[in-house]
T-cell receptor, first 114, second 110 residues
Framework: KAGVTQTPRYLIKTRGQQVTLSCSPI?????VSWYQQTPGQGLQFLFE???????NKGNFPGRFSGRQFSNSRSEMNVSTLELGDSALYLC?????????????FGPGTRLTVL | EDQVTQSPEALRLQEGESSSLNCSYT??????LFWYRQDPGKGPEFLFT???AGEEKEKERLKATLTKKESFLHITAPKPEDSATYLC???????????FGAGTTVTVRA
């Protein structure tokens, strides 16, 4: 069974630009959660999507947004990039959601903002 | 606010030298406590979920235990391939999201 895939694996952007990251969950998984990982803050929850609806949201500014498609694939968008947005962005999928099922993480997208 | 504290931050072990990692937590009602392993440049890999005090789970050289305030991850006779960062996360009963600790980086020397 294929795992969670994320594209691209690496991205370099400049301040002020916007970026879109993609996540394909494990087949049959309908929940996708996004996390930001930095050395200083660790892993922080961004948001969770289930059946194309945002079901839960962390404490991040509105520049961070996401969506989920009917095939459960999800995208995350960050607008007006700041230097502090440099991080490893991870997505995790589960069948029914993190409250009722184990989450499996993808390899992440390493975003560098210059 | 949910808090998860992992100790020590780093642990250097000799191959075969058993040790324990600690995860102490503060949460208003625990739905579950999770352990993940993360290798450099990769996403976290699921290890265990613990739901209630007294519960124990084992996988190869790893054993996780849970009390009302903390969890321990015991590594028995570690091998170099056990070198990784071990992350603990808690999920409160009234929320979906996981709150992660900062992790313990384990290095096992041959």
């Amino acid at each position: 069974k294929a795992g969670v895939t994320q594209t691209p694996r690496y991205l370099i952007k400049t301040r002020g630009q916007q970026v879109t990251l993609s996540c394909s969950p494990i087949s049959g998984h309908r929940s996708v959660s996004w996390y930001q990982q930095t050395p200083g803050q660790g892993l922080q929850f961004l948001f969770e999507y289930f059946s194309e609806t945002q079901r839960n949201k962390g404490n991040f500014p509105g520049r961070f947004s996401g969506r989920q498609f009917s095939n459960s694939r999800s995208e995350m968008n960050v607008s007006t990039l700041e230097l502090g947005d440099s991080a490893l962005y991870l997505c995790a999928s589960s069948r029914t959601g993190p409250s009722t099922d184990t989450q499996y993480f993808g390899p992440g997208t390493r975003l560098t903002v210059l | 606010e949910d808090q998860v504290t992992q100790s020590p931050e780093a642990l250097r072990l000799q191959e075969g030298e058993s040790s324990s990692l600690n995860c102490s937590y503060t949460v208003s009602g625990l739905r579950g406590l999770f352990w993940y392993r993360q290798d450099p440049g990769k996403g976290p890999e699921f290890l265990f979920t613990l739901y209630s005090a007294g519960e124990e789970k084992e996988k190869e050289r790893l054993k996780a235990t849970l009390t009302k305030k903390e969890s321990f991850l015991h590594i028995t006779a570690p091998k170099p391939e056990d070198s990784a960062t071990y992350l603990c996360a808690v999920q409160p009963s009234n929320d979906y999201k996981l709150s992660f600790g900062a992790g313990t980086t384990v290095t096992v020397r041959a």
